[in-house]
């Protein structure tokens, strides 16, 4: 791993601009804040949480099954349903879609699993044209960045940055950064575009095994925009995104809005089933790593996610370090858990970038111990060579130091006896990295355990 | 190998009927059904009135602007627009067949909305909807059968929104700017 590239170092880069920072922090902490009162405002949020955990683990459980029942009742419906293995099995099976349709231009709504395959890059690759209809990801795809968020794409940039992009590619007048003129600027440019698109790829929500059905959450309403206004729609849906009935959907649609936004329910659920007359829907089921993933027990129950973000809004690291550090289309608490399983040697970094303080499983709406699950990951990742030799000859050190009470006793003394005779030791962030923003306390007068000989255990 | 097969065979090729699923989620409660559906839509972005006949649409409708396009599937509010239009249009005037008080959205489909894209190519979005068809909870609303019936169902609370510029809420992201939602009385025409 490039060590000027890992989170650490992307952090402290996104940190030299302070303000901007501070704004990243505070305005997530705020999503934070709206999703309390969302939770507290409904009755029964813990029974919820109960219900949503248990009902995707008996689907992860049952995948198999469910798979194949879901396969069975969208092609009853009409549906092409297709099978990827890997993410270019998805890319070459939307091209050849595409092809067959002799389509040039493509809308696209929100899908964080072709930001997972670069299936953007692929279809232009071959000179077709995609749009991202969604306004956080028309931005990034205008800078040709990946999201820093998976609910709020765009949450990195700030309006007068917008205002910039949408001037230079939009015409829009410059200098005007009012969001609400902004937004209307980019609504004339989408509305041409799906309009005169031939295809719309949409994201999967939910996909309801008993019925085929998917169901797509939008606060847009441009999913549904581009669906209803071509004659092909291509669904892009993770294997792991079943639930079994649609009796269950409700218990899903209560815990997403609410963890996400603090909204109630997003503006559109749309439940397509089966194709609209006279038009064509293919349904596109991938897998790229998930089946692996599922038969780790350890990190299984990351695959209940439901993508709320919520643990990325309520993470003091995400918050301070912003998504591009993290250099996965997931960033934060879960896309730490979820890219080692990509590329181990590429993110063996993002497991570390956490305190782990345990707010993420605190507020994960299907109840994921992530912050257990990025222990695990430490663990395997030094077990495997997979993290830097200083980090694992400190935490070797470490553990020979803490597992011997001679050796700690002895290390507390000379820690205290450098706090107070060679400072400047402990006080040079090339040193000792933890000082770069804090400063190392003033040294004791005596250890714990020599306080409590003589204050408590003569009483 | 397929893609399929591939993925078949990395999970052992285990297809087991599954056992019962069962957990319990209790009803969400409320003191009036009304009061609390109205407090929920608003925050949405809905706009909400309460009427004693649908004619009072009819006459919203035509102050609102009168010389507005309009497709309508609600009988006393006339449509001066065919349903094969191609463009944005003023306002669509539909019935909603339920509410839910614990979110603040109405169900649509295919049943009910003259042409899909409607629901989007519309400015505003005009809903009526009888008291006595709202419910407490999102469970009550019954959305298994009703989605079942049709190939297109949709839950709508307020207009078309965004908040991706600096967290700033947007009305009319992409569709309708405003949507209104008409609650006839219970007991009333």
């Known amino acids: 791993m490039n060590i000027t590239s890992d989170h650490a170092a992307l952090a402290e880069k996104f940190n030299k601009d302070r303000a901007r920072t501070q704004w990243h922090d505070e305005t997530l902490w705020w999503v934070r804040a709206k999703r309390d009162n969302a939770t507290t405002a409904l009755q029964h949020w813990e029974e919820i949480r109960e219900a949503g955990s248990s009902i995707k683990e008996h689907t992860l459980n049952h995948l198999p099954h469910y798979l194949l029942r879901f396969e069975k009742e969208a092609r009853a419906k009409g549906v092409h349903v297709h099978w990827a293995f890997e993410g270019g099995d998805l890319n070459k099976i939307v091209l050849d879609i595409t092809r067959s349709k002799n389509a040039r231009l493509i809308v696209k709504s929100k899908s964080m699993l072709t930001e997972e395959c670069k299936l953007n890059e692929h279809l232009e690759h071959h000179q077709i044209e995609v749009v991202d209809t969604d306004l956080g990801e028309l931005i990034i795809q205008m800078r040709k960045e990946v999201p820093s968020h998976i609910v709020l794409p765009a949450i990195h940039l700030k309006k007068q940055e917008v205002s910039d992009l949408f001037n230079e590619r939009l015409k829009s007048e410059p200098g005007n950064t009012d969001p609400q003129y902004l937004t209307r600027e980019a609504r004339k440019f989408l509305r041409e575009k799906i309009r005169a698109a031939d295809i719309a790829i949409t994201g999967v929500n939910f996909g309801i095994a008993e019925s085929g059905s998917i169901v797509i959450c939008t606060n847009e309403g441009n999913a549904d925009l581009g669906v ?11 294997i792991e995104k079943l639930i079994p009935s649609m009796n ?3 218990v899903f649609l209560k815990l997403l809005a609410r963890s996400a936004t603090g909204q109630a329910i997003t503006s559109y659920t749309s439940i397509y089933s089966g194709p609209a007359e006279g038009k064509e829907m293919h349904i596109i089921l991938v897998d790229n790593g998930r089946s692996t993933h599922l038969a780790d027990p350890v990190f299984r129950s990351s695959l209940k996610c439901i993508r709320c973000g919520a643990c990325m809004n309520t993470c003091p690291v995400y918050r301070r370090s912003g998504g591009h550090s993290y250099r996965y289309h997931v960033a934060g608490p879960i896309g730490s858990i979820l890219a080692p399983h990509v590329d181990k040697n590429k993110y063996s970094d993002l497991p570390f970038a956490s305190t782990l303080c345990g707010s993420c499983s605190n507020v994960c709406p299907v109840k994921i111990n992530i912050h257990e699950q990025l222990w695990h990951w430490r663990q395997r990742l030094t077990e495997s060579g997979n993290v830097s030799t200083g980090k694992k000859l400190g935490i070797h050190f470490l553990n020979r130091v803490l597992s011997s009470t001679t050796l700690f006793r002895l290390g507390g003394a000379m820690l205290r006896w450098t706090l107070r005779h060679a400072r400047f030791l402990v006080n040079s962030p090339k040193l000792n990295p933890w000082v770069k923003n804090r400063e190392m306390p003033a040294a004791p007068g ?11 255990s003569q009483q | 190998m397929t893609a399929k097969e591939k993925i078949f ?14 957990y319990a989620v209790p009803l969400q409660r409320c003191e009036d059904r009304t009061a609390s559906f109205i407090e929920t839509a608003t925050r949405a972005g809905s706009e909400c009135r309460q009427i004693s006949s649908v004619d009072e649409v009819r006459v919203w409708v035509e102050n609102a602007a009168p010389s507005g396009s309009i497709i309508s599937k609600v009988a006393p509010v006339p449509g001066n627009l065919s349903h094969d239009f191609d463009d944005e249009f003023d306002f669509l005037v539909v019935r909603a067949a339920t509410g839910i008080a614990e979110n603040g959205s109405v169900w649509l489909d295919d049943a009910l909305v003259p042409e899909r894209k409607s629901l989007f190519f519309c400015k505003h979005l005009v809903i009526v909807l009888n008291e006595a068809d709202i419910v407490t909870d999102l469970m009550e609303a019954d959305i298994k059968s009703r989605s079942l019936k049709v190939g297109y169902g949709v839950l709508i609370s307020g207009p078309s929104k965004t908040a991706d510029i600096e967290q700033s809420l947007v009305m009319g992201a992409q569709g309708p700017i405003s949507c209104h939602l008409f609650i006839l009385r219970s007991g009333s025409l």
């Open chain 1, 228 to 238: 209803h206004q071509t004659k092909v729609h291509i669904a892009c849906m993770g």
């Open chain 1, 248 to 250: 269950d959907l409700p």
């Open chain 1, 446 to 456: 005596e250890s714990f355990r020599d306080w409590y000989k003589k204050n408590v």
């Open chain 2, 9 to 22: 065979a990395a999970f052992g090729d285990n297809v087991t009927e599954p056992g019962n699923l069962s």
